[in-house]
């Protein structure tokens, strides 16, 4: 998510691009007549949670990770309510999935999972995510059209459209990990929680549309400072570039939500040994990690 960040909620318009790793989504149909899910979630091919569920009273039979089985259950539940083919008689299903990057890169785990069960489950992703997590739903229509996308959300009523999104610059442009996953649920309760004027939401939609034209790496990152002060003052919290970066010779964007997962900026002589000198060592370039 490039622009807008909290303010998609309100309808601001959102450019948001795709990485290029996701998750992998496997099942099979087991004709035994037992009611039963057998659930194997992997992190870069690494176990990381088992869980089996008998679908018939929605009971949790073992699992090694009971708060992240419990919601796995409840958007299995959300699902046999939506789908008439899935979980709809009492044949058993095995299903994996592995994520390919680092569960604290905050590249889309919950809304590639949606997109997957929907898709399987022959669905609306949307509705899915609606029931299961909440949100703007842009992360939904990202993973849905596999491309960068131009997205608002009001009132429910979307706006999808695919675009192309390959600045001229994008070779100067850089994501550096803060290190840890923020928590997008406090976030939002933060924005949530102050009062918001339609002219701030329209000024972020403008703000989207320009950044998305932008053709020079010096107006991007002008662009980029008003955005990020435009969000820090409304949220009356500093921005990252003062919390972490305060003598950075270059743009520093947060991405999302607030505090955490990754943030955008742009090269600079010594910029590698500028930020490892900072605590913070992974540094990608657009290339690396945008599809």
């Known amino acids: ?15 948001a691009v795709p990485t290029q790793l996701g998750q992998e989504f496997f099942y099979k ?24 569920i008998d679908y018939s009273e929605w009971e949790i039979l073992e699992t090694n990770l009971p708060e992240s089985a419990g919601f796995i ?29 680092p569960s604290d890169f905050g590249l889309g785990s919950s809304s590639t999972l949606m997109t997957n069960l929907a898709e399987w489950a022959e669905i609306d992703a949307f509705l899915l995510n609606e029931k299961s997590l909440g949100g703007s739903g842009y992360d939904i229509a990202v993973a849905k059209e596999k491309s960068a996308v131009l997205y608002q959300n009001i009132n429910g009523d979307r706006t999808v459209k695919k675009v192309c999104f390959s600045p ?19 976030g939002i309760k933060l924005y949530q929680s102050k009062q918001k ?26 662009l ?21 970066f305060e003598n950075c010779p270059a743009f520093i964007k947060s991405l ?29 370039s657009w290339n690396e990690l945008i599809n």
């Open 29 to 52: 149909e087991i004709q035994d007549e037992k009611s039963v899910i057998i659930w194997e979630a992997f992190h870069q091919e690494k176990p990381w949670l088992h869980l089996k």
């Open 168 to 186: 001229p610059f994008k070779d100067q442009l850089i994501f550096i990990h803060l290190n840890h996953k923020q928590n997008s649920r406090e």
């Open 1 to 15: 998510m490039l622009t807008s960040e909290y303010f998609a909620i309100d309808g601001a318009l959102v450019l």
């Open 197 to 222: 004027s339609s002219a701030l939401i329209h000024e972020f939609s403008d703000l989207t549309k320009q950044i998305f034209e932008c053709e020079n790496l010096e107006k991007f990152s002008q």
């Open 73 to 101: 259950l409840q958007t299995l539940r959300n699902i046999q309510d939506l789908s008439s083919t899935r979980f709809q008689n009492t044949i058993s299903y095995h299903i994996k999935t592995n994520l390919q990057f």
């Open 256 to 284: 999302g939500a607030w505090g955490g997962d990754f943030v955008l900026s742009s090269k600079f002589p010594g910029y590698l040994e500028w930020f490892s000198g900072k605590g913070f060592s992974n540094v990608f």
């Open 224 to 244: 980029m400072i008003l955005h990020e002060q435009k969000l820090s003052d409304f949220l009356q919290i500093p921005t990252i570039k003062e919390k972490y």
